[in-house]
C-alpha cells in the first residue's frame, strides 16, 4: 500500500515490488531445497539403520501399530450404574 506524507501519496515503485518478489520467490526456492535435502537426508539414515537393526525396527513397528489401533479404533466402554439397595 502507499504511504502518506503531507498532503500525497507515495506508491513503491513497480520496479521495488518486482525486485521483492523475485527475492521472496528466490528463498523460498531455497527453503524448499533445503527442506528436501534434509528429508533425503533423514530418509536414507532411517532406511540404514533399519537394515542394522531389523528386529528392533519390526519390534516399533509392531508397537506404534498397536498404539495407533488403540488411539483409533477406540470403543466406548458403556457407563457402569451401581445399583444402591
Do not use: C
Given at each position: 500500500?502507499?504511504?502518506?506524507?503531507?498532503?500525497?501519496?507515495?506508491?513503491?515503485?513497480?520496479?521495488?515490488?518486482?525486485?521483492?518478489?523475485?527475492?521472496?520467490?528466490?528463498?523460498?526456492?531455497?527453503?524448499?531445497?533445503a527442506?528436501?535435502?534434509?528429508?533425503?537426508?533423514?530418509?536414507?539414515?532411517?532406511?540404514?539403520?533399519?537394515?542394522?537393526?531389523?528386529?528392533?525396527?519390526?519390534?516399533?513397528?509392531?508397537?506404534?501399530?498397536?498404539?495407533f489401533?488403540?488411539?483409533?479404533?477406540?470403543?466406548g466402554?458403556?457407563?457402569?450404574?451401581?445399583?444402591?439397595?
Amino acid at each position: 500500500m502507499g504511504e502518506v506524507r503531507g498532503n500525497q501519496v507515495q506508491v513503491p515503485a513497480p520496479e521495488l515490488r518486482a525486485k521483492a518478489s523475485r527475492r521472496s520467490a528466490e528463498a523460498l526456492e531455497r527453503g524448499v531445497a533445503a527442506g528436501r535435502e534434509w528429508t533425503r537426508r533423514a530418509t536414507q539414515r532411517t532406511l540404514d539403520w533399519i537394515e542394522g537393526h531389523p528386529g528392533q525396527a519390526l519390534l516399533i513397528a509392531l508397537g506404534a501399530g498397536f498404539l495407533f489401533g488403540q488411539i483409533l479404533f477406540r470403543t466406548g466402554t458403556p457407563e457402569r450404574q451401581e445399583e444402591e439397595e
